[in-house]
């Protein structure tokens, strides 16, 4: 039984658990193994309390999806980072457990992000994926992303190349 919601502040621990399991289960052979080993569930969880718990704070839109009363996957989005973007929303990160991936939560979690930025009146969408990442853009590609441009970025020491998938028109976005 999946339950997707807003995310509160009570959630921050939950959230920083998904997103350190992820960057282990997603990046190896991508970032560093010292940096993904030394990822700490304390100053995770410390960003995430400061985030959620400040309605001014960039990153303070977040949604998780819950099994069984446990959040497994989690997306949160807003404004842009980069002013001269090209786009007025950003979904800044989406992350599930490898364990229940596949199952329809991804889009849940992206429907949901797209949602909340019309809301906002924020009317397209960009996401920065890793370019080695192939799995993530294939998901990308299917959830109807447009590859706008890359750019470079260091993460443990190691230069990586980012790529942005662009969603123009947000109004258009299919739940199924
Ligand atoms: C990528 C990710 C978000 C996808 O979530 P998911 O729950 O596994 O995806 P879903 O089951 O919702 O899939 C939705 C659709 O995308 C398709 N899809 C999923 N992954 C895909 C891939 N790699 N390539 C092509 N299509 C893909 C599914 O087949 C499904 O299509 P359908 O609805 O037409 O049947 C998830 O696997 C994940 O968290 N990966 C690791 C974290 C990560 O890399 N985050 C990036 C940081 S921004």
Redesign the pocket.
């Known amino acids: 039984m999946i339950a997707i919601r807003r995310a509160t502040v009570d959630d921050a621990q939950e959230i920083a658990a998904v997103h350190i399991t992820?960057w282990q289960?997603?990046y190896p052979g991508i970032v560093p193994d010292e940096f993904l080993k030394n990822l700490s569930m304390e100053r995770r969880t410390e960003r995430w309390t400061a985030s959620l718990s400040d309605p001014a704070d960039l990153y303070h839109r977040a949604i998780v999806a819950e099994m069984d009363g446990q959040v497994v996957?989690f997306s949160n989005y807003g404004p842009p980072q980069e002013k001269d973007s090209g786009f007025d929303g950003e979904l800044y990160?989406?992350?599930?457990l490898k364990s229940v991936?596949?199952?329809?939560?991804?889009?849940?979690l992206m429907t949901e992000a797209a949602k909340g930025l019309l809301e906002l009146g924020l009317n397209s969408m960009l996401?920065?994926?890793l370019r080695e990442?192939v799995?993530?853009r294939?998901?990308y590609?299917?959830?109807g992303g447009a590859y706008v441009h890359e750019k470079s970025i260091v993460i443990g020491g190691k230069e990586l190349v980012e790529v942005a998938y662009g969603w123009r028109d947000l109004s258009r976005w299919r739940v199924g």
């Open positions: 992820a289960e997603t996957g990160a989406i992350y599930i991936q596949g199952c329809g939560i991804g889009r849940m996401v920065w994926v990442n799995h993530e294939g998901f590609e299917r959830m």
